[in-house]
């Protein structure tokens, strides 16, 4: 079983940052993390990935150029580095854990385990 708790949301002003971790428990964790977002009366949809050991990325359209995700395997935390927001990034932010997928992973249906969402508010 895999935990994850993720920490770091809040309200900005558009054109601010945030900076979101997830944090993992369990005995391991080589696994490719996701992170969705699900805004007010939309669907879940995906936001950034980050393979197993780090060595590749992958970014909706909407967020290229200003999310990068990255993860500390030592300190089972991946991070979502959010800059120039919108406030069409306002939504609630899960992270997400999947073991064995074919890379890139895209689908929340393809992933095992989800935390409990943190919401990021960006006002105009």
């Known amino acids: 079983q895999v935990q994850l708790v993720e920490s770091g949301g809040g309200l900005v002003q558009a054109g601010g940052s945030l900076r979101l971790s997830c944090a993992a428990s369990?005995?391991?964790?080589?696994?490719?993390m996701g992170w969705f977002r699900q805004g007010p009366g939309k669907e879940r949809e995906f936001v950034a990935a980050?393979?197993?050991?780090?060595?590749?990325?992958d970014y909706a359209d909407s967020v290229k150029g200003r999310f990068t995700i990255s993860r500390d395997n030592a300190k089972k935390t991946t991070y979502l580095q959010m800059n120039s927001l919108k406030p069409e990034d306002t939504a609630v932010y899960y992270c997400?854990?999947?073991?064995?997928?074919?890379?890139?992973?895209?689908?929340?249906?393809?992933?095992?385990?989800w935390g409990q969402g943190t919401q990021v508010t960006v006002s105009s």
């Open positions: 369990g005995r391991t964790f080589i696994y490719t």
């Open positions: 980050v393979s197993r050991l780090g060595g590749s990325t």
């Open positions: 997400a854990a999947d073991f064995g997928g074919l890379w890139p992973l895209e689908r929340a249906s393809q992933y095992d385990f």
